[in-house]
């Protein structure tokens, strides 16, 4: 459970559960416990006096799914649903060792990749999705997708765009054949639990291999998705073009949507820090270059003019960013213009969606 203010950081609880009543000065039950918060409950709870709420987990994923893209994208939010429900279906499969029906899955992800293309801003979308649960399900969403735009950045050939980002749907499968109580684990792994998650490459291509539906480009972007090309990678240490295309492509985006979600043991941080990791790994000869830079200069035009949330609370836009210094944009506030970093101390947290935009312009 954690207080969070509704003076000052309403934002934070949007699409959270209650995790008790929340009760008025004169003794009424204004929200129970279990309830998700929404935007709508804001001003009651203002207008009550309640100036901090008890919240837990945040709601399913598909719950924030509606709450996000329903309104402005509906076919999306169908297809995107459609996806997470197979997805999970065959990932239910898989971990009750029953064969998992992959036509379906990979044949759907068609439809969803066609409706994501439509519009630059369900990528700055994706990375607002919040909390660690169904993490597996969405990771493997998002990576099929920004692998696939990647692809296309770089003009790789259609059907390579759509195998590269069924080979992201599917790149983390492995993951299913290692203990539960190590992926959720909430602290940092020891070296022996570290070399098990390490397994998930080789696990993954292992039960992949097994169907006559899995192409070359999906097994080589699973098994060799964590390799690097100076060779400090895993599972087999490959170096430069011997790491696969699909792999190669999939290593850029894994790094980048790993680092701006929630995970079990760690809290997002914001999409300009995954962009300026992903930069800094380019430079130390780690991730690809043909792929990496591509991919950040189309996030950094699409997050450019973009609502974002500063760490004290303020909403703020996106002016400029530029590539060598990506953690230090010019942004616009109420007060002015200026670089990030001449407010000492703030930072971004995230891409403001409309529901948090709305909290904070009423504050």
């Not at 003794?27 to 009550?48: A, C, F, Q, S, V």
């Not at 994923?61 to 329903?70: G, P, R, S, W």
Request: proline residues 4%.
């Amino acid at each position: 459970m954690e207080w969070i203010s509704v003076q000052k950081n309403a934002h934070q609880v949007i699409d959270r559960e209650l995790a008790d009543n929340v009760i008025s000065s004169e003794g009424l039950t204004l929200l129970r416990e279990g309830m998700i918060l929404r935007t709508r409950h804001i001003p009651m709870l203002k207008r009550n006096g309640i100036t901090t709420v008890p919240v837990g987990e945040y709601a399913a994923v598909i719950d924030q799914l509606d709450q996000k893209f329903h309104q402005d994208y509906p076919s999306f939010a169908k297809a995107y649903k459609k996806q997470f429900t197979m997805l999970k279906e065959v990932f239910n499969r898989v971990q009750n060792h029953e064969p998992p029906e992959l036509d379906q899955l990979v044949d759907g992800f068609t439809e969803l990749l066609d409706e994501a293309m439509d519009s630059v801003n369900l990528f700055e979308l994706l990375q607002q999705m919040q909390g660690h649960n169904d993490y597996t399900y969405r990771h493997s969403i998002h990576v099929a997708l920004l692998g696939a735009l990647v692809a296309k950045i770089v003009k790789l050939p259609e059907e390579m765009i759509i195998d590269i980002g069924r080979a992201g749907l599917l790149h983390d499968i492995g993951k299913l054949r290692v203990s539960n109580a190590i992926i959720d684990k909430p602290e940092k792994l020891t070296e022996n639990e570290f070399a098990m998650i390490q397994e998930h490459c080789e696990l993954g291509y292992e039960l992949l291999n097994n169907y006559t539906d899995v192409n070359q480009t999906i097994l080589d972007g699973t098994l060799s998705h964590h390799e690097r090309l100076d060779g400090s990678g895993y599972p087999f240490g490959l170096k430069g073009e011997e790491i696969p295309v699909s792999a190669a492509v999939l290593g850029v985006v894994d790094v980048f949507d790993a680092i701006s979600s929630d995970r079990a043991y760690q809290k997002k941080s914001s999409p300009l820090t995954a962009l300026s990791v992903i930069i800094e790994e380019i430079y130390k000869g780690k991730l690809d270059i043909k792929y990496g830079l591509p991919f950040v200069n189309y996030m950094l035009d699409a997050y450019t003019a973009s609502d974002v949330i500063l760490s004290d609370g303020r909403l703020a836009k996106i002016v400029r960013i530029e590539i060598d210094s990506v953690e230090n944009p010019l942004i616009q506030t109420k007060e002015g213009v200026y670089p990030l970093k001449e407010l000492q101390g703030v930072e971004i947290m995230d891409i403001a969606d409309r529901h948090a935009k709305a909290v904070i312009e009423n504050h």
